[in-house]
């Protein structure tokens, strides 16, 4: 599947921002689709996932109550809803495909198909 991540930007702390990850060539609801975020300076973290029935979501403890993921499969595109953003949030964000599961993995060498990656800076 191919991916093809938007939305990122410049806010304000406080502020929100939507993110998209657009897939094509395969349906989403064939694979468990995750959003990483890497900081500079600093390795690839896991952010948040969704399993491919969508049942269960799975967070970082540094976004839980703040972010929420969401996909669609009718549009073949997943989200991340972020808000109360933190300066230490400003990072390029990516959104990434992985083999169908009944649980989240949060471990990046699972997934296999990445998107671009979209840049979300959060000023103080």
């Known amino acids: 599947v191919q991916l093809q991540a938007s939305g990122g930007g410049l806010v304000q702390a406080g502020g929100s921002l939507k993110l998209s990850c657009a897939g094509s060539?395969?349906?989403?609801?064939?694979?468990?689709m995750a959003w990483f975020r890497q900081a500079p300076g600093k390795d690839r973290e896991f952010v948040a996932g969704?399993?491919?029935?969508?049942?269960?979501?799975s967070y970082t403890d540094s976004v839980k109550g703040r972010f929420t993921i969401s996909k669609d499969d009718v549009k073949n595109t997943v989200y991340l809803q972020m808000s109360t953003l933190k300066a230490e949030d400003t990072a390029i964000y990516y959104c990434?495909?992985?083999?169908?599961?009944?649980?989240?993995?949060?471990?990046?060498?699972?997934?296999?198909?990445w998107g671009q990656g979209t840049l979300v800076t959060v000023s103080s």
């Open positions: 990434a495909a992985a083999r169908y599961a009944a649980t989240v993995v949060r471990t990046s060498d699972e997934y296999y198909s």
């Open positions: 060539g395969h349906t989403f609801t064939d694979y468990n």
């Open positions: 969704i399993t491919w029935s969508g049942r269960t979501k």
